[in-house]
């Protein structure tokens, strides 16, 4: 696999090589040469979570709800954040 440098110093990473490692338009990458050899190292942002991997993260002293009460609760965020 081949690529050219530019004329403004831009490389092309082919196809391939970004969907096998999920690099998206954006990706930031750390750069240095290593013995000739030009190395991109993708820097470690935050990835996005879902509710399961957090579930159960955030303390809570308050007192005990029913599953009515938690449900109200979230039915009155919703229609905040919806007015």
Known sequence: MRTRLSAKGQIVVPSEVRR????LPGTEFEVETRGGALVLTPVALVKPTTMDEVFGSLRYDG?????EEMDEGVARSFRRRQS
């Not at 096998?20 to 690099?23: H, I």
């Not at 007192?63 to 599953?67: Q, T």
């Open 20 to 23: 096998a490692n999920q690099w």
């Open 63 to 67: 007192p005990a709800l029913s599953i």
